[in-house]
């Protein structure tokens, strides 16, 4: 069979073409590893095509299956592609977060619909389709099994790759109420790779720089201690999250991740009200501990990328100049906003279409960026002016200057993955 894999920014409209290359070429989407996992599992008696995100769909190519995995924001966009292959002749099957969540939406317009893991189930899927016995509905079954992924480094993509991406954890066992990834399927499922598979695949990188795209590697500190331990040898550089409450605590984590080449922290802040931290049971976050997570991320001469979400309940419209003070007051290095989205399959969502709140279906403005949904205490339009006045002033060329040259302190490779998150925040505003 021709079976074409597509990646996540193959199917965005949002991105220039110059965008679209750039922030692939950094791998800032962290789909591209999900396509390659997905190829790296796929029989070697297939020919195998990788919809890579900065080239266009070909419709008119000559294929057998096409497997489309996507979250909420692109789902319009996904059915559509799908939709024109089917009448196409062409089998198509659909995964990720949003079928996931919808499983009977995504059966419309899908031959085949996988319900979670996607990389588990789908040589499970090629055999079925091989042998004409394709089923509608396919669902991962939850299991404590260590995390067995193959290397995706013979996966070889023609586009221009100044990064990579590895995963050696899978799951997040915290289930914020806001968080589509832990609520689905196995999404809260924490599992761990064999550590010899990580490092040998880290190793085989042809990159310098790499990111884990991993949700946390704060979950389990004794796996996270080893691979650290294991990869100073590697001599590489890379980029990785964690929680707010670890970093601010554990010195010795922060010791290891920089002697293993770590150059910057992302962390999800949030907000700075613990109302509303405690009501999303966001229970990794203690305000307090902002500031010293920081400053001992600094010590260890690593860069911290800080993500914050609005439209909380307990947000008021002071929330724009409380979250800008202190921003500005823990001298985060980058910097993201994202409004707050309920997206299906959460207690969020579940939540609010129970109290009649959920404003709009189309899932296309499921994007972090558009209020999909009425505030508690302010209005719509305060919330989206003041998501909108706060972006722009954190994305401001002065301020993104002043950011990333204040990096330049913890040393080049900080300063060039600050200068990098800055730039793309930038383009995705």
Known sequence: MRI?????????????SFDRSF????????????ARQLAAVTPLVHTLFIQEGNRRIDFDADYDVV???????????????ADIFRKKGKRVVLSGYHPSALPEEARQHADSVIVG???????????????????????STDTCDPLLLPSTQSIKLKGLQLTNSIEATRGCPH???????????????????PIDDVVEEIASLQQKIFFFTDFSLTIDLAYTKELFRRMRKLKKKFICG?????????????????EAGC??????????????????????????DYARAVRKIHKYRMAVFGTFVLGFDEDTPDIFEVMRTHIGTLGIDAVNFALLTPYPGTPLFNRLEREGRILTKDWSRYTRKNVVFEPKNMTKKELEDGFR????SFSSLPSMGYRTMRSLSLGFYPFIATFAGNLGQVMKT
């Not at 893991?117 to 509905?137: H, M, Y």
């Not at 964690?242 to 920089?258: I, Y």
């Not at 006045?389 to 722009?392: Q, R, S």
Request: hydrophobic share 40%; with cysteine.
């Open 4 to 16: 074409l894999i597509t990646d996540e920014m193959s199917l965005s409209n949002v991105f220039t």
């Open 23 to 34: 922030l692939y070429s950094f791998s800032f989407v962290p789909t591209v590893i999900t």
């Open 67 to 81: 497997h489309i995995n996507f979250k909420t924001a692109l789902a319009p966009r996904a059915y559509e592609v």
């Open 117 to 139: 893991d996607a990389v588990s189930l789908w040589p499970l899927v090629v055999r079925d389709l091989e042998t004409g016995v394709l089923q509608p509905l396919y669902t």
């Open 175 to 193: 289930r914020c109420d806001f968080c589509q990834d832990s609520n689905i399927r196995d999404g809260a499922l924490f599992r761990t790779r």
């Open 242 to 258: 964690g929680n707010v409450d670890v970093l601010a605590e554990d010195e010795e984590l922060l010791r290891l991740s920089h």
């Open 263 to 288: 150059i910057e922290w992302i962390s999800g802040f949030e907000t700075f009200s613990q109302e509303s931290l405690n009501g999303a049971h966001k229970q990794t976050n203690i305000v307090e």
């Open 389 to 392: 006045t706060i972006t722009l």
